[in-house]
């Protein structure tokens, strides 16, 4: 990494994995391995069933908050500090890289430690359930993240993709690489010259694009990539 002027990260729950926070498609642990992810983060699910959305959400929020970031967070917060140009993209919502002291974080599918109003986004009321109310408006409050089907953040993707096409090195760092638009970056990054790097125990669809393919875990080898 020494001498890069510009870097950009993708990560995804992998990078979070070793501090307790289940990933996406591995199984899940405990009371929710029976509930598929893409099948509760979703608006249907919420206007569905919002008790057992709005409880999943609970669950995971108190298990975010319990977690550490690791050595991993910690690698890609200090790469941050020594490198001229340095944007840090994020699938996850447990809001770990900012807690390892990153600055420049885009959190493409928002953060699970905020809550805001339905209202703002839903087409209609869900049904009845346990969220508690918007003290505005009355409506159920919801989990602050981007489900599937729902647009990302404002700006966020432009900005994501800037970095992308600018950077000189494009670190890839637990993802399966199949969730759009963010998928679509490590292409980018690679079509605009950058060298990509991937850090993940197995091979992904973003493999074929690396230059360097790291198999292993982010918590060791982070650290001495950015040595
Ligand atoms: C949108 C927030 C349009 C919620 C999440 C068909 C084809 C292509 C695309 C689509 C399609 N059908 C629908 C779509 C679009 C859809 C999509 O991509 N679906 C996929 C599943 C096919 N995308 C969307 O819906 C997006 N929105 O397109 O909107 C639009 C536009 C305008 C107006 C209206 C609508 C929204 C997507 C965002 C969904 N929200 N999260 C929540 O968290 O509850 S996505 C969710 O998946 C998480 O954010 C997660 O981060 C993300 C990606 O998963 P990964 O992070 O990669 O995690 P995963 O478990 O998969 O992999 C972990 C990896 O780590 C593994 O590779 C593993 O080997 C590795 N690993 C494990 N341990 C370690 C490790 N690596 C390193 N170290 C370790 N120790």
């Not at 990560?11 to 990933?23: C, K, L, N, R």
């Not at 108190?62 to 699938?91: G, W």
């Not at 905020?114 to 839903?122: D, F, I």
């Not at 950058?194 to 080898?221: K, W, Y």
Request: net charge neutral; hydrophobic share 40%; proline share 10%.
């Amino acid at each position: 990494m020494r001498g890069a002027r510009g870097v950009a990260a993708l990560t995804g729950s992998g990078v979070s994995a070793e501090s307790g926070v289940p990933t996406f498609r591995d199984a899940q642990t405990g009371l929710w391995e029976r509930f598929d992810p893409e099948e509760l983060a979703t608006p249907e699910a919420f206007l569905r069933d919002p008790k057992l959305v709005w409880e999943w959400y609970s669950w995971r929020r108190e298990l975010v908050a319990r977690a550490e970031p690791n050595p991993a967070h910690r690698a890609l917060a200090d790469l941050e500090r020594r490198v001229p140009s340095f944007a840090l993209i994020t699938q996850n919502v447990d809001g770990l890289h900012r807690r390892a002291g990153s600055r420049n974080v885009i959190e493409l599918h928002g953060n699970i430690l905020r809550t805001v109003c339905s209202a703002e986004r839903l087409p209609r009321e869900p049904g009845e359930g346990a969220p508690p109310r918007c003290p505005r408006c009355g409506a159920p409050l919801r989990p602050d993240v981007v489900w599937f089907g729902e647009a990302l953040p404002p700006g966020a993707m432009e900005a994501a993709s800037e970095a992308a096409r600018s950077c000189e090195v494009f670190l890839c760092v637990g993802t399966s690489g199949v969730v759009y638009p963010a998928a679509g970056l490590p292409r980018e990054a690679a079509g605009a010259g950058a060298l990509v790097v991937e850090v993940n125990p197995e091979p992904t669809p973003v493999t074929p694009l690396a230059a360097f393919a790291l198999r292993g875990r982010a918590g060791e080898l982070l650290p001495a990539l950015v040595a």
